[in-house]
């Protein structure tokens, strides 16, 4: 009897933990400021995880002389909070915070390389994946404005909510 317990107790928490990541995740589609961000795709395909797109956004990549720095001692690894502004259809980078700001549109990320012309920053919004075979048909894309519709909640998380090209979005059988 003390078996089954201890496998229920352990099967409710691991339904818990995912039921709350699945939460969290939701709560930032249907509650978040919707946002285009502007990018690259990369390489399509992963023997383990199968077919996926890795995206590189504009706001990834973070020329120090054009935002505003709360600190100048910026070092790899450390959690930010990018303030964002939406310039025409986009948005870019503005600020870079070590701490969430009181007011305004930020999205929350961590550094991945700090240099003196360049920050490179992890939002965890760079993989999309995509069903099989298709990942190769958005990469061949290049040529064309391939934009991700990102929702940002209040806290600054952020989850992709759709894959643009040329301004339609992609949809897959």
Known sequence: MQKNKFFIL????????IGGFIAVKEYTLRTGQEVLL????IDP???FRGDYVVLLYDISRIDPGSVVL???DLKSGDKVYVGLDIRGKYVVATNVYLSPPKDGLYIKGALRDVSANRFNVEYGIESYFVPEGEGKV???QRGKNVDVKVSIDK???SVIKALLIDGQEVKFK
């Open 10 to 17: 352990l099967a409710v928490f691991w339904l818990v933990i």
């Open 38 to 41: 502007k990018t690259i795709p």
């Open 45 to 47: 395909r992963d023997l």
């Open 70 to 72: 709360e600190r100048t």
């Open 138 to 140: 958005i990469v061949r």
């Open 155 to 157: 806290s600054g998380n």
